[in-house]
């Protein structure tokens, strides 16, 4: 009785821990989507009271004036991990920018605020 019961813990455990493996994989390295997105680059900073990490923000315009001024839009919040784009994002505020960015189902609080993880910018010609 005692090997059948340590038997099935032991399966039970295996079982658990391939389960957890499977859905930590899921929700925060598995990517959901990817794309690009491109409109004003209005903010990007550095934040955190214990995990600094770089958080932006894109108006995406789907409306425009003759004066060049965004009348509907919507924001794209996203998390920068790379400090090298960082330092590019950061010259490039106030410009229109084309952004590549991975949606992941869930997100670490050590990596950034959001889903949305941009790999990729150019300034927009």
Request: glycine share 8%; charged share 20%.
């Given at each position: 009785?005692?090997k059948?019961?340590?038997?099935?813990?032991?399966?039970a455990l295996?079982?658990?821990?391939l389960?957890?493996?499977?859905?930590?994989?899921?929700?925060?390295?598995y990517t959901y989507?990817?794309?690009y997105r491109?409109g004003?680059?209005?903010?990007?900073?550095k934040k955190?009271?214990?995990?600094?990490?770089y958080?932006?923000?894109?108006i995406l315009?789907?409306?425009t004036?003759t004066?060049?001024?965004a009348?509907?839009s919507?924001k794209f919040?996203?998390s920068?991990?790379?400090d090298?784009?960082?330092?590019?994002?950061?010259?490039l505020?106030?410009q229109?920018?084309?952004?590549h960015?991975k949606?992941k189902?869930?997100?670490v609080i050590w990596k950034?605020?959001t889903?949305?993880?941009v790999?990729?910018?150019k300034p927009?010609?």
């Amino acid at each position: 009785v005692k090997k059948i019961a340590r038997r099935t813990l032991r399966i039970a455990l295996f079982i658990i821990i391939l389960i957890a493996a499977g859905v930590g994989y899921w929700n925060y390295f598995y990517t959901y989507s990817e794309g690009y997105r491109a409109g004003l680059l209005q903010k990007f900073t550095k934040k955190g009271n214990v995990f600094k990490t770089y958080e932006g923000e894109i108006i995406l315009s789907s409306v425009t004036s003759t004066t060049n001024v965004a009348l509907a839009s919507e924001k794209f919040l996203f998390s920068v991990v790379d400090d090298s784009l960082a330092q590019i994002l950061d010259t490039l505020q106030g410009q229109f920018v084309i952004v590549h960015y991975k949606q992941k189902n869930g997100r670490v609080i050590w990596k950034g605020d959001t889903p949305y993880f941009v790999d990729n910018v150019k300034p927009r010609e």
